[in-house]
Antibody, heavy 120, light 106 residues
Framework: EVQLVESGGALVQPGRSLRLSCVASGFTFDDYGMHWVRQAPGKGLEWVSGISWNSGSTDYADSVKGRFTISRDNAKNSLYLQMNSLRPEDTALYYC?????????????WGPGTQVTVSS | EIVMTQSPVTLSVSPGERATLSCRASQSVSSNVAWYQQKRGQAPRLLIYGASIRATGIPARFSGSGSGTEFTLTISILQSEDIAIYYCQQYNKRHSFGQGTKLEIK
């Protein structure tokens, strides 16, 4: 079955760190770019970060640049998001998503999401 | 940053009628626009990419059009299961989403 499954979400205090993981199955993981997209409670979608198939290119939304780091391990079919210096405004459901073609295109597969709550 | 603006915010349509959703980009994005459907409690699902190409498994009643800065998603014959929030996305320069249109049954 073609799917993405996220994990690692939690309740954390402001200023702390958290690492999200995503495991892919059912497709050739290292053929595609991957991304994280988040959705704050009751709000719309916000692209967070993306990484090319071979990790040669990465990109970040201005709101997380310098605090978040995206990475991947193709041998483990896994995508990661290291989140440092977390802020209350980072509270959201974080989706792992697959690029439709290569890197930097539309998103044709979404995981169910993992919840991150930043609060004291 | 390219800003995507969707209208209307909420759309009420009777079953069997046509629903037309709009999306405007703050600058030209060519045809690099996708549309997603998000039902309550679910992850988004890709409907349309390349402004007008239906994704795999998407019913023919969904169609997309436009290029440059003006885009439209049309649901030709609304069904009850189409109740959802619809988002447009540009991927011409990085990625940005519209704020969503909530589609309701009249």
């Amino acid at each position: 079955e073609v799917q993405l499954v996220e994990s690692g979400g939690a309740l954390v205090q402001p200023g702390r760190s958290l690492r999200l993981s995503c495991v892919a199955s059912g497709f050739t993981f290292d053929d595609y770019g991957m991304h994280w997209v988040r959705q704050a409670p009751g709000k719309g979608l916000e692209w967070v970060s993306g990484i090319s198939w071979n990790s040669g290119s990465t990109d970040y939304a201005d709101s997380v640049k310098g605090r978040f780091t995206i990475s991947r391990d193709n041998a483990k079919n896994s995508l990661y998001l290291q989140m440092n210096s977390l802020r209350p405004e980072d509270t959201a459901l974080y989706y792992c998503v697959k690029d439709g073609v290569g890197f930097g295109w539309y998103f044709d597969l979404w995981g169910p999401g993992t919840q991150v709550t930043v609060s004291s | 940053e390219i800003v995507m603006t969707q209208s209307p915010v909420t759309l009420s349509v009777s079953p069997g009628e046509r629903a037309t959703l709009s999306c405007r980009a703050s600058q030209s994005v060519s045809s690099n626009v996708a549309w997603y459907q998000q039902k309550r409690g679910q992850a988004p699902r890709l409907l349309i990419y390349g402004a007008s190409i239906r994704a795999t498994g998407i019913p023919a009643r969904f169609s997309g059009s436009g290029s440059g800065t003006e885009f439209t998603l049309t649901i030709s014959i609304l069904q009850s299961e189409d109740i959802a929030i619809y988002y447009c996305q540009q991927y011409n320069k990085r990625h940005s989403f519209g704020q969503g249109t909530k589609l309701e049954i009249k």
